[in-house]
T-cell receptor, first 108, second 115 residues
Framework: EDQVTQSPEALRLQEGESSSLNCSYT??????LFWYRQDPGKGPEFLFT???AGEEKEKERLKATLTKKESFLHITAPKPEDSATYLC?????????FGPGTRLSVLP | ETGVTQSPTHLIKTRGQQVTLRCSSQ?????VSWYQQALGQGPQFIFQ???????GRGNFPPRFSGLQFPNYSSELNVNALELDDSALYLC??????????????FGPGTRLTVL
């Protein structure tokens, strides 16, 4: 079965302090890698889909990149409203296999 | 465009009872997937419905069952509730258009507490 891991488990940043989150996966024949943001007690909100190594996607302060074995979510000059859990997922059969998530806290 | 909706938002049951959770898919989507998310973990796949039939199932016992209706809405039923069934239950819809994997869009979830 495909495995998805994420690091770090938790990350605390000061407002404006850029950093990166990692998603590593083992999969035969990647059919996409998906990033979601989840606020406490709410459903995941779709951010990006990446389909091939070298692909990049950007949205506001977030940029996602993909290699053959991992993906990074880069956060540039984060704000407190970026605080959330960030989940990555890869397709496996009919379902998505999710990583455990990275809990990001951005302090003012 | 209406997003994915779920009801109820919160539910409290006792061990051994049965529960039904409901989901309306996003307009234009014909596929619904259900996930269970325990506190501090990523969502775990329960099953998927496409054209009113189960189209894949995760590692969950048969007491977890579902339905999909002609309007693509769906229900998740859990019988003989156990304490470990306490979790956030998420419904996601997608369009199953073929080719690359379709993005799944999630509803707000139903928080189930089993006492």
């Amino acid at each position: 079965e495909d495995q998805v891991t994420q690091s770090p488990e938790a990350l605390r940043l000061q407002e404006g302090e850029s950093s990166s989150l990692n998603c590593s996966y083992t999969v035969s024949g990647l059919r996409g890698l998906f990033w979601y943001r989840q606020d406490p007690g709410k459903g995941p909100e779709f951010l990006f889909t990446l389909y091939s190594a070298g692909e990049e996607k950007e949205k506001e302060r977030l940029k996602a990149t993909l290699t053959k074995k991992e993906s990074f979510l880069h956060i540039t000059a984060p704000k407190p409203e970026d605080s959330a859990t960030y989940l990555c997922a890869v397709p496996y059969g009919q379902n998505f296999v999710f990583g455990p998530g990275t809990r990001l806290s951005v302090l003012p | 465009e209406t997003g994915v909706t779920q009801s109820p938002t919160h539910l409290i049951k006792t061990r051994g009872q049965q529960v039904t959770l409901r989901c309306s898919s996003q307009s234009g989507h014909n596929t619904v997937s259900w996930y269970q998310q325990a506190l501090g973990q990523g969502p775990q796949f329960i099953f998927q419905y496409y054209r009113e039939e189960e189209n894949g199932r995760g590692n969950f016992p048969p007491r977890f069952s579902g339905l999909q209706f002609p309007n693509y809405s769906s229900e998740l039923n859990v019988n003989a509730l156990e304490l470990d069934d306490s979790a956030l239950y998420l419904c996601a819809s997608s369009s199953n258009s073929g080719g690359n994997t379709d993005t799944q869009y999630f509803g707000p979830g139903t928080r189930l507490t089993v006492l």
